[in-house]
């Protein structure tokens, strides 16, 4: 009797080549959505030209128009009629809205424009009066962002280690007076020492009882000879903590003793 032996059986013709081949169809699939990925954030990345020139066209608009206290709104980028004459077109087409007058404008913006008067016709009667004087040495005037800075010199005002005025200063004292009382503002003593120590025969312990006493005594003059309202003013001593000069030279200790007064540019509350 015949044993029959097995064969291998054979696989369909073209059975191993589709096997082969058939990482084409994930690979095709996958450069598919690469494809439709990128297609999608093309479209997304696309501007909308008609929506942007609005947009701009509006920021335009908004700073061309808008108000300042300062110069009664002619705006941030300069008034309409520069940029008309660059372009015609908008010429034709007012863009900036009206400007406010005067009477407009809110009390706060209409004191603070009273008030800068006020301190630029302070700072032109001081300054003449000192120069008509020849004070210069005893006396500076400047306008500082917090004010009309007065500074006067510790020999012009106290003896050596002392804080009652000198009886040559009262007619300065007198004529800042008259000036303050027509003020609407708060007027800030402040007296400045040099950083040497007292060694001299005082009743001052140290710098900062000195400078606060004269301070203290400049403030005293204007309230019980000149009778002024107290609730304009307000002083401090600081000592040798705010030099406006160099201590190692004397001259630069000089310039550091001295009371600075100033008048504050702020509306009272």
Do not use: C
């Not at 406006?244 to 030279?249: E, K, L, M, P, S």
């Amino acid at each position: 009797m015949r044993q029959r032996t097995s064969r291998p059986r054979r696989g369909k013709r073209g059975e191993g080549e589709n096997g082969r081949d058939r990482w084409l169809i994930t690979y095709a699939d996958l450069i598919t959505l690469l494809l439709i990925f990128f297609v999608m954030m093309f479209a997304m990345s696309r501007l909308d030209t008609q929506k942007y020139k609005e947009i701009t066209q509006s920021l335009q608009l908004t700073f061309k128009s808008g108000d300042s206290i300062l110069d009664l709104g002619s705006g941030i980028t300069g008034s309409a009629d520069k940029n008309n004459h660059k372009n015609p077109d908008t010429a034709a087409k007012p863009q900036q809205q009206p400007q406010r007058g005067a009477d407009q404008l809110s009390d706060r913006e209409l004191a603070f424009r009273q008030q800068e008067k006020e301190l630029q016709n302070l700072l032109q009667v001081i300054s003449s009066y000192v120069k008509d004087n020849k004070l210069e040495d005893q006396i500076f005037v400047a306008d500082q962002p917090q004010g009309i800075s007065i500074t006067l010199s510790d020999k012009f005002l106290f003896d050596v280690g002392k804080a009652d005025l000198k009886s040559g200063s009262v007619p300065v004292m007198d004529k800042l007076a008259s000036l303050f009382k027509e003020l609407h503002t708060t007027i800030s003593i402040e007296g400045h020492t040099d950083n040497l120590p007292i060694v001299y025969a005082s009743k001052y312990q140290d710098n900062w009882e000195l400078s606060g006493a004269r301070a203290l005594s400049v403030l005293r003059y204007f309230l019980d000879e000149k009778h002024l309202s107290a609730e304009d003013f307000q002083y401090a001593g600081y000592g040798d903590t705010r030099p406006a000069a160099d201590n190692a030279t004397e001259a630069g200790r000089q310039k550091n003793r001295r009371v600075e007064i100033i008048v504050l540019r702020q509306l009272k509350e």
